[in-house]
């Protein structure tokens, strides 16, 4: 039950795209395609962004898109806002009705 | 409007014991899976456990394994979390989360265990 690796912080200026990365092993982000992603801004609880790898729930802007490559996830923020400077965290089954999230990643938007 | 309240947070003593309750409304408790997800202070998530719809399957992370359970109560709407043998790493704000995959959250409550 290792969390998954993300980049401790990305950062772009407004209107630009950036990419978080979520790198965990064959047992979970490698053997699944539901990895989810979630937006937490400071002193506040966490919001759904993408779902099973790709998926935006209602509500959420089209400016974020998730991606899966082996063992890798990906989101993207395209179109930066000032809005979008928060922690991300991605999480992902990891077989046997268990789940583990990502490190966490700071977006700063410049 | 889905809608979790968490509750029963606060201060212990190490090896002390805690229950946390999650209140849900505006959805069919009943039908989700619910979780325990906590973060302590500055820290990242780290999934805790996770309880099926009815209540006749339940999982935990080896750092609490032993120590806490997860329990519902359908006919109530309500989720628990008793927390024995607490230690001081076990500090952190507690969310309650719907689903699979985990989607809605409460606003969380904070334990925190110290002398």
């Not at chain 1, 919001?47 to 974020?64: A, D, H, T």
């Not at chain 2, 999650?22 to 069919?28: L, R």
């Amino acid at each position: 039950q290792s969390a998954l690796t993300q980049p401790a912080s990305v950062s772009g200026s407004p209107g630009q795209s950036i990419t978080i990365s979520c790198t965990g092993t064959s047992s979970d982000v490698g053997s699944y395609n539901l990895v989810s992603w979630y937006q937490q801004h400071p002193g506040k609880a966490p919001k759904l962004m993408i779902y099973e790898g790709s998926k935006r729930p209602s509500g959420v802007s089209n400016r974020f898109s998730g991606s899966k490559s082996g063992n890798t996830a990906s989101l993207t923020i395209s179109g930066l806002q000032a809005d979008d400077e928060a922690d991300y965290y991605c999480c992902s089954y990891a077989g046997s009705s268990t789940y583990v999230f990502g490190t966490g990643t700071k977006v700063t938007v410049l | 409007e889905v809608q979790l309240v968490e509750s029963g947070g606060g201060l212990v003593q190490p090896g002390g014991s805690l229950r946390l309750s999650c209140a849900a409304s505006g959805f069919t408790f009943s039908s989700y899976w619910m979780h325990w997800v906590r973060q302590a202070p500055g820290k990242g998530l780290v999934w805790v456990s996770r309880i099926n719809s009815d209540g006749s399957s339940t999982r935990y992370a080896d750092s609490v394994k032993g120590r806490f359970t997860i329990s519902r109560d359908n006919a109530n709407n309500t989720l628990y979390l008793q927390m024995n043998s607490l230690r001081a790493e076990d500090t952190a704000v507690y969310y309650c989360v719907r689903g699979a995959p985990p989607d809605y959250w409460g606003q969380g409550t904070l334990v925190t265990v110290s002398s």
